[in-house]
């Protein structure tokens, strides 16, 4: 039974609006996951501006896109402090979704996602793989080998912070995100200055 059936996590987990997209939708789970992918990435996105902002899903809402009119390629999410612009890659095995909020470009976000070996799932792996993942993407951006650069989160009032990239012990402008679940790490970078921030 696909997810999309289980009437009492889509009456928690979406709005009206989600819900009458998921019934219309020609693959109904397909549609569900997108929404839902759209609602996290939103809201790490909105997160690392509003560290207290709330993750129920309900107070995001999606509007999924398509030019095909059945497989989501590109969503607007509507947060508690505005506007996030997605995109959405929806492949056999998995669905990806990448997220800017609204003042930056979504074409100058770099991404990348790997499938993990299914013999080395734990997420301690998982955790090391992303990481790797992240200093590749950002060593072909900056020139930089992956061997001079560092990923810390330190702790905030409202628990880890997000991921900071570090190179030569100097944090960078760059914003990095992190994911991974069952067979899949993701990741995502954008410069959001160009040079490094101030410390």
Known sequence: MGKSRDIRFVNRVFTTHEQQTILNG????TVLWSLWAGKETA???ISKMYP?????????EIELLSSNGSVPERGVAHTPFGVVS???FVRSDHLHCVGVTEDLAMDSVIWDVLKV????????????IVREMIKQQASFYLNDPPESM???????CHGLEPPVLYVRDTKTAIDISMSHDGRF???ALQDMGGKPAEQ
């Open 43 to 45: 809201y790490k996105a």
């Open 150 to 156: 560092e990923i810390k989160r330190a702790m905030g």
């Open 185 to 187: 790490a993701a990741c």
């Open 117 to 128: 070996d299914q013999y080395r799932r734990s997420h301690k792996y998982q955790s090391k």
């Open 52 to 60: 207290a902002v709330t993750s129920a899903p309900r107070r995001y």
């Open 26 to 29: 020609k693959n109904r789970d």
């Open 86 to 88: 997605l995109r959405l």
